[in-house]
């Protein structure tokens, strides 16, 4: 079991800037946070959950069009930690953004293929 706390959400004006953490609890034995894919996704009200990005194992990174330029996620393997860093922040970024890992092989952007989630953090973007 990995329990993922995210936090840095906040209010922002458009064009502004966050950074987003997503703390890991120790992983089951025999295993390391750095083996697990790590990813974040973000659900705006009445929309469906959408892949934002991922980092894989090797830590290559993966990013939804829609924010590809914008955001860059990293992770400190050493803290259990990943980060997302969002930069020039639209009113359409406005939504919960999720963190989520996944142990096992599969795709990076669709939520069913994660093993655990975190209870996510809000992002308002103001016009």
């Known amino acids: 079991q990995v329990q993922l706390v995210e936090s840095g959400g906040e209010l922002v004006q458009a064009g502004g800037s966050l950074r987003l953490s997503c703390a890991a609890s120790?992983?089951?034995?025999?295993?390391?946070?750095?083996?697990?894919?790590m990813g974040w996704f973000r659900q705006a009200p009445g929309k469906e959950r959408e892949f934002v990005a991922a980092?894989?194992?090797?830590?290559?990174?993966y990013y939804a069009d829609s924010v590809k330029g914008r955001f860059t996620i990293s992770r400190d393997n050493a803290k259990n930690t990943v980060y997302l860093q969002m930069n020039s922040l639209k009113p359409e970024d406005t939504a919960v953004y999720y963190c989520?890992?996944?142990?096992?092989?599969?795709?990076?952007?669709?939520?069913?293929?994660?093993?655990?989630w975190g209870q996510g953090t809000q992002v308002t973007v103001s016009s």
């Open positions: 989520a890992a996944r142990y096992k092989s599969g795709s990076y952007a669709k939520p069913g293929d994660y093993d655990y």
């Open positions: 980092i894989g194992w090797t830590s290559t990174p």
């Open positions: 120790p992983p089951a034995s025999g295993r390391t946070f750095s083996s697990y894919a």
